[in-house]
């Protein structure tokens, strides 16, 4: 399993697709980035995708406090600059000066971070379920009362957060899907846990205490970008996907496709749309062939 190491001495553990052994200099790069809770796995649709990989090293990370990176914990309140601050340091601990973005959920916010904070070495944005620019009142209600909720244990004998919120991430991630069943199963491995107190607090400051961009910050992006979102999204409407597409005024060239029968976790549940949404608007940019 491959590790690198940041200047600030953070251990950050990233995959290749399976078949890749190596970053292949001639190839440019895209970084892949997942959502809360789970690690990089739950991007394998998109690092194995074929069609992609023929164009591109698929550099997948397991950003701070999620998967096997090793990144001290903190009592502090979730921080967006700063984990983007150090996900550019992990490009630059692999000598990678520029590269493409592909981020689901929180993934997206992180990587509309790192394009306010580096706009020459994000050559593109490709999003999947992006949060709107500013969370709803209702919502950081609602993730208030979840979290305390969680300062409790399922009361099982077990280390597991309480059923009722194990049964709204299923409806937030994958609403009717079929593929719901595996969110308690995923979070048996997830640090999402009743013991672990300084996650679950980091997990849900990201939703109820998330700072948004200034109009400025969103100005400063002017690189491709690709919004995507399921039309099944329980938490975020399109309207949301339409609001960030509207912050983005300097941007030339974007696009915003829905993923129809999608729900917040459609880079899973519809990775064959996802995949063919990213490969068709690359291939539109000529940065990859048909």
Not at 2 to 13: A, E, M, Q
Not at 134 to 154: F, G, H, K, L
């Amino acid at each position: 399993m491959p590790y690198i190491k940041t200047s600030d001495d953070l251990t950050f553990h990233y995959a290749l697709p399976s078949f890749q052994a190596s970053i292949d200099p001639q190839k440019p790069t895209m970084l892949l980035l997942h959502p809360r809770i789970f690690d990089l796995h739950v991007l394998d649709p998109q690092l194995n995708c074929e069609r992609l990989s023929k164009g591109f090293n698929l550099l997948a990370v397991d950003h701070h406090w999620h998967g096997l990176t090793k990144v001290p914990m903190d009592s502090d309140l979730y921080d967006f600059k700063r984990v983007a601050k150090d996900l550019l340091a992990v490009m630059d601990a692999l000598k990678i000066a520029q590269f493409h973005l592909f981020g689901v959920q929180v993934g997206a916010i992180l990587g509309l971070r790192m394009a306010t904070m580096a706009p020459n070495r994000i050559l593109s944005l490709l999003l999947c379920s992006t949060p709107p620019p500013q969370e709803s009142p209702q919502n950081v209600q609602t993730y208030r009362a979840m979290r305390e909720v969680c300062r409790d244990s399922a009361g099982d004998g077990t280390d597991s957060i309480p059923q009722e919120i194990v049964n709204a991430g299923k409806w937030i991630y994958f609403g009717s899907h079929k593929d719901a069943e595996l969110f308690p199963i995923w979070l048996k491995t997830s640090n999402l846990k009743a013991s672990n107190q300084e996650y679950v607090e980091k997990f849900f400051s990201s939703l109820y205490a998330r700072e948004p961009m200034s109009d400025a910050e969103w100005a400063s992006i002017t690189c491709p970008v690709l919004l995507m979102h399921g039309d099944d999204d329980r938490v975020y409407p399109l309207d949301d996907v339409h609001a960030n597409n509207a912050k983005l005024v300097n941007v030339s060239f974007k696009q915003v496709k829905i993923v129809k029968g999608a729900p917040m976790f459609a880079s899973w549940t519809h990775s064959a749309a996802v995949n063919t949404y990213l490969c068709d608007f690359l291939q539109e940019l000529g940065v990859l062939k048909g």
